[in-house]
């Protein structure tokens, strides 16, 4: 089944967590949706530390 | 999504059939039929194509395939679908197979799979789609198939066969979860990777040893949540078989109390029978051991004497005994003058030798007169013992007749039985008083497991933090501390924005099969999805709302057309006998809702619904009630030679004939 990111997004948008934890989890949705593996996740988060923060 | 062409070869009954659905006329089509007409055969063909799963009875038409010569019998079923915002204008969706009978079975090989796209001004459908299963599972996915395809028959059991873990299946299908539980998977993998760089790069043994540990209890949390949910599993599956039963004595009236107290008064009659026959066997060796067969003796002695007397009167002396009283004197099993004389012995010998050979009947007539002596002391056999007889007999003939009376109260028990499989029905009564005990069995192993996985994430918590103090010191191990608690944070933010959008289409399924059912049924009360799934109709007090047997059906209903709106999904509503057991009010209360489903956006936008009707189903009053949407009609009309229906437009003229359409016109 097609999965509406829109959908996930604004589920995220209405959770009560920290900002940078908002864009980094809808990377992180669009990785996943893109069929990233657990590898390339690492990389990604290890690449983008400290900058979603900002 | 529309179907617009539905094409058999070979395919059970339908048989070189080709029909056009005109979805630019309208959005509602009847494919109707006596029954064994091909309905169902539509049905499994839409099955079959788009998940490969065959009918029980084979794939093939039986009568091409017995006439087939020189290899397999070829079948195929192709569903041709108008799509909406997609890859293509239009898709065929083609399954093939080869089939040939072995040992009264069909056997299927070289099935095949393809999909073909047409974009528009093109005429044919040329460009093929990659990851066939993929594509449908995308657009028609299996965990939802029973929201769209369906039997009306069995709209009774929608809720028992649709079950939570289904339902919760299609909630978080459509939730989207997946994309979540994906990421809380890939972070877990990652975490753990940075956890052993970590410790690895402590240099210290503790922290390489205290991640082992830590590990080693992660992977027992994992398989408790397996075990947990396979406790699940078995505590839905059992929770499904208790309401199935519930069902069937629903439908069967109240059978399962009759059959309790049929088995009730047959266990009272078989513990009276084995009282009487008790009672009996006491009084017989009380009689025995205390004389009465002198009694017996007796008796036979009269018979001797009146023969004797017969005979003097006849001048026949020596009377010539009857050859069955001579038995009867054997059968006592005693000799005439009280010795024993056992049956086979050699006495018992020589006296039927005299009986049967010599007649000498006065030796014996002499031995009977000494028994006769015996006689004489009847009167003088204990009083008592005959006092105690009768009152015995008394017992027993009480018991006899609460035997026969309840032997009465079972005939008529019977008679209110309904008919049905009586071994099938007393099975599923004694099944029913075990199940509550195997679901509490079931239920104590997931909350051992729950207790299991909650100690082993205690472990892993306090092994987690000793690790970080020992690994703190290093710059670089302080980087990846770092990024496991991003990971971490991320991790749980996950899990949140998983629950939530869990909760957000449980929401909104509630609502939605509100708005639909207020329309059904009226009074304060509300739709609730619980946490496990379960869809109740509850009071304002939070107390469930008991529901007829129609109103349940209709909300199955409800409960599948809401989920096509919560989801915006769009593929056809197949339904075979879609009235099912619906009564003349549902009846109109579900054309009235088919009619809301499609008289909103217009033909290009609405639901498209296919139903499959016979005569009793389709009648001229649903005809007349479907009008104002203009349906298609269709029929099958069965060729009996070559065991396939055909498919043509109209009301079929052989219903005139029957009682449902008798007196139609044919408006």
Redo the contacts between chains.
């Keep these: 089944?097609?999965?509406?990111?829109e959908?996930?997004f604004s589920?995220?948008e209405?959770?009560e967590?920290e900002d940078w934890?908002?864009v980094?989890?809808k990377k992180?949705?669009l990785a996943?949706?893109s069929g990233k593996?657990?590898a390339q996740?690492?990389e990604m988060?290890?690449s983008q530390?400290g900058g979603d923060e900002q | 999504m529309k179907l617009t062409r539905a094409e058999f070869m070979h395919f059970k009954i339908l048989d070189a059939v080709n029909i056009q659905f005109d979805v630019a006329q309208t959005n509602i089509f009847f494919v109707n039929g006596f029954n064994g007409r091909g309905k169902t055969s539509f049905q499994d063909a839409l099955y079959w194509c788009l998940y490969g799963r065959a009918p029980e009875d084979g794939v093939a038409n039986r009568h091409a395939l017995a006439k087939k010569t020189g290899g397999p019998l070829e079948v195929s079923a192709i569903f041709e679908f108008k799509l909406e915002d997609d890859d293509f204008e239009s898709v065929e969706i083609r399954r093939t197979t080869e089939v040939t009978m072995e040992k009264g079975f069909q056997r299927t090989k070289n099935a095949r799979l393809s999909i073909l796209g047409r974009n528009p001004g093109e005429s044919s459908f040329t460009q093929p789609v990659a990851n066939e299963e993929q594509w449908i599972?995308?657009?028609f996915?299996d965990g939802?198939q029973q929201f769209f395809l369906f039997d009306g028959e069995s709209l009774e059991k929608f809720f028992v066969n649709t079950t939570k873990e289904r339902i919760g299946t299609a909630v978080r299908?459509?939730?989207?979860v997946?994309?979540?539980e994906?990421?809380e998977?890939?972070?877990g993998?990652?975490i753990n990777?940075?956890r052993k760089q970590l410790a690895k790069g402590s240099q210290s043994g503790t922290a390489v040893s205290s991640e082992v540990k830590r590990q080693k209890y992660q992977r027992a949390a994992e398989d408790s949540r397996a075990s947990i949910a396979a406790a699940d599993r078995v505590i839905a599956d059992l929770e499904k078989e208790l309401a199935e039963i519930d069902l069937y004595f629903e439908r069967f009236g109240n059978n399962a109390g009759l059959l309790q107290e049929e088995t009730e008064i047959r266990r009272r009659i078989s513990s009276l029978k084995a009282e009487i026959q008790g009672q009996k066997f006491e009084q017989h060796n009380r009689l025995l051991s205390e004389g009465i067969e002198f009694a017996v003796q007796r008796k036979i002695i009269e018979d001797v004497v009146r023969e004797k007397e017969d005979a003097i009167r006849n001048d026949e002396y020596p009377p010539q005994f009857s050859e069955n009283l001579m038995k009867k004197i054997l059968e006592l099993g005693r000799c005439v003058c009280g010795e024993q004389v056992p049956s086979g012995s050699e006495k018992h010998r020589v006296l039927e030798k005299l009986i049967h050979e010599h007649r000498d009947v006065d030796a014996i007539g002499q031995d009977l007169q000494k028994l006769s002596a015996y006689a004489e002391y009847w009167p003088s056999l204990s009083a008592s013992t005959f006092h105690g007889f009768s009152e015995q007999s008394k017992t027993i003939a009480e018991k006899v007749g609460e035997m026969k009376e309840l032997e009465g109260k079972l005939e008529d028990l019977q008679a209110r039985l309904m008919g049905g499989d009586r071994e099938e029905q007393q099975a599923k009564v004694e099944r029913k008083k075990k199940l509550p005990y195997e679901i509490s069995s079931a239920e104590t192993e997931r909350n051992k497991a729950v207790e299991q996985r909650e100690w082993a994430l205690v472990e892993v918590k306090s092994l987690e933090k000793s690790i970080e103090k020992l690994t703190k010191s290093s710059s670089a191990n302080a980087?990846v501390s770092?990024?496991i608690a991003?990971?971490e944070?991320?991790n749980q933010?996950?899990r949140?924005?998983h629950r939530?959008?869990v909760d957000?289409v449980r929401t909104n399924l509630e609502e939605a099969v509100d708005e639909e059912f207020k329309v059904i049924k009226t009074g304060a009360f509300k739709t609730q999805i619980t946490d496990d799934f379960e869809v109740r109709t509850v009071a304002s007090d939070g107390g469930n709302v008991k529901l007829s047997s129609g109103e349940n059906m209709m909300k199955a209903y409800v409960f599948a057309l809401a989920l096509r709106k919560v989801i915006g999904f769009k593929f056809p509503l197949v339904i075979d006998t879609p009235f099912g057991r619906l009564d003349s009010e549902n009846r109109k209360r579900l054309v009235d809702m088919i009619t809301r489903l499609n008289s909103t956006k217009g033909t290009e936008h609405g639901n498209q619904v296919i139903f499959l009707m016979h005569d009793l189903e389709y009648t001229p009053q649903i005809k007349e009630t479907f009008s104002p949407n203009k349906p298609v009609e269709m029929y099958l009309a069965y060729q009996k030679e070559e065991e396939v229906s055909q498919v043509h437009e109209g009301i079929d003229p052989a219903w005139q004939q029957a009682d449902s359409w008798k007196g139609w016109k044919g408006k």
């Design positions: 089944m097609q999965i509406d990111s959908f996930l589920e995220i209405k959770l967590i934890e908002k980094a989890l992180l949705v996943e949706l593996s657990a996740m690492r988060l290890e530390s | 599972h995308r657009r996915p939802l299908e459509i939730a989207g997946e994309a979540f994906g990421i998977t890939k972070l993998l990652v990777e940075w980087k770092g990024f991003r990971a944070a991320l933010a996950a949140l924005a939530a959008a957000s």
